[in-house]
């Protein structure tokens, strides 16, 4: 059985980081595509970061310079370190992976999505 669960959102003032991990199990991220995921309080959902299985990185205009996308080999898990987090960037924030080789063209393509973590960006 495939879960990814995350962890590693909360609350953080403007200007703060913080640093989310998805840890798969039941499935290799080595050769899946993956990505973040948010959704905001009444807006759609929105891509934030991905890695195709080629290992190219693609970013929403929103958030790069502040957010990187990572695989972490040794624990089987998506990292997305978020830098200079800002009031918009508070939604809950979901890892979704690719099927095995696959790069996904858009949502509809990710297989496994983890249950999300809030992230609150507050003063």
């Known amino acids: 059985q495939v879960q990814l669960v995350e962890s590693g959102g909360g609350l953080v003032q403007p200007g703060g980081s913080l640093r989310l991990s998805c840890v798969a199990s039941?499935?290799?991220?080595?050769?899946?595509?993956v990505a973040w995921y948010r959704r905001a309080p009444g807006k759609e959902r929105e891509l934030v970061a991905s890695?195709?299985?080629?290992?190219?990185?693609n970013y929403a205009d929103s958030v790069k310079g502040r957010f990187t996308i990572s695989k972490d080999y040794t624990r089987n898990a998506v990292n997305l370190q978020m830098n200079s987090l800002k009031f918009e960037d508070t939604a809950v924030y979901y890892c979704?992976?690719?099927?095995?080789?696959?790069?996904?063209?858009?949502?509809?393509?990710?297989?496994?999505w983890g249950q999300g973590t809030q992230v609150t960006v507050s003063s």
């Open positions: 039941g499935l290799s991220f080595t050769i899946n595509a």
């Open positions: 979704a992976s690719g099927a095995f080789g696959l790069d996904p063209s858009g949502p509809e393509d990710y297989t496994h």
């Open positions: 890695l195709t299985v080629g290992g190219i990185s």
